[in-house]
Nanobody
C-alpha cells in the first residue's frame, strides 16, 4: 500500500508564498509520476501540476503557470509545490497524488482518474 501525506498549508495573504510538501511511503517512490490537484468549496477537484518520475518534465494548469513550481526529491520520497504570488482564487484543499509508472515511462498525467493513490489534503486559504 502507498500512503501520501501533505503538509505546509495555511492561511496567508494575497501575494504571499507557501510551499506544500507531500511525503510518500510504500513502494519505490522513484517510479511514481506525481501530481497536485486542488478542490475549492463547491467546485470539482482540478489539476494543478504534475511531474514525471525523473523530475525532468513538468506541466501546469494555465491558472498557476508562472506562479507555481512542482519539484521532487526521490532520495527523500518527497514532492513539493512552491506557490508564489498567491491569489484569493487559489484557496482550496490541495491534494498530492501518485501514479505508478515504470522506469521506461517519462509521462505526465493531468487527469484525476489516471492516479492510483491520493493524500488526505492540506488546506490553503488566501485572504485578499
Amino acid at each position: 500500500q502507498v500512503q501520501l501525506v501533505e503538509s505546509g498549508g495555511g492561511l496567508v495573504q494575497a501575494g504571499d508564498s507557501l510551499r506544500l510538501s507531500c511525503t510518500t511511503s510504500g513502494r519505490t517512490f522513484s517510479t511514481y509520476a506525481m501530481g497536485w490537484f486542488r478542490q475549492a468549496p463547491g467546485k470539482e477537484r482540478e489539476f494543478v501540476a504534475a511531474i514525471t518520475w525523473t523530475g525532468r518534465n513538468t506541466t501546469y494548469a494555465d491558472s498557476v503557470k508562472g506562479r507555481f513550481t512542482v519539484s521532487r526529491d526521490n532520495a527523500k520520497n518527497m514532492v513539493y509545490l512552491q506557490m508564489n504570488s498567491l491569489k484569493a482564487e487559489d484557496t482550496a484543499v490541495y491534494y498530492c497524488a501518485a501514479k505508478i509508472t515504470s522506469w521506461s515511462i517519462e509521462s505526465l498525467f493531468s487527469l484525476l482518474y489516471e492516479y492510483d493513490y491520493w493524500g488526505q489534503g492540506t488546506q490553503v486559504t488566501v485572504s485578499s
